[in-house]
């Protein structure tokens, strides 16, 4: 097994601090672009444990498309919205440790 095999098996542990947003942060496991363990510290709880149970084992590149640009009212952001960059940043900071 390669070296970039055996780091593509490893499940990183990722915490995103929110913007814009009631939620303070957003954490999560990424195991090959595979999304689980979602969980927000503030903003509305019930509807932000249902995005978790929701997203659980979706790819990045599936959360991405689903949720990025959604809104909250007046903001121009959601926690959702920024559940999808949080995992795209994730993304891109493995890519960049291959």
């Known amino acids: 097994m390669s070296l970039r095999e055996s780091f593509k098996e490893e499940?990183?542990?990722?915490?995103?601090?929110?913007?814009?947003?009631?939620?303070?942060?957003?954490?999560f496991d990424i195991?090959?672009?595979?999304?689980?363990?979602?969980?927000?510290?503030?903003g509305c709880d019930g509807n932000l444990k249902a995005v978790s149970?929701?997203?659980d084992g979706m790819t990045v590149d599936k959360i991405e498309a689903i949720l990025?640009?959604?809104?909250?009212?007046y903001k121009n952001t959601s926690c959702a919205d920024q559940l999808a960059i949080a995992v795209r940043e994730a993304s891109n900071s493995l890519e960049t440790l291959k």
């Open 31 to 42: 195991n090959d672009d595979v999304i689980t363990n979602v969980s927000f510290v503030g």
């Open 53 to 55: 149970k929701l997203v």
């Open 68 to 73: 990025r640009g959604n809104t909250c009212g």
């Open 11 to 27: 499940t990183m542990r990722y915490t995103y601090i929110t913007k814009g947003v009631c939620s303070r942060s957003i954490s």
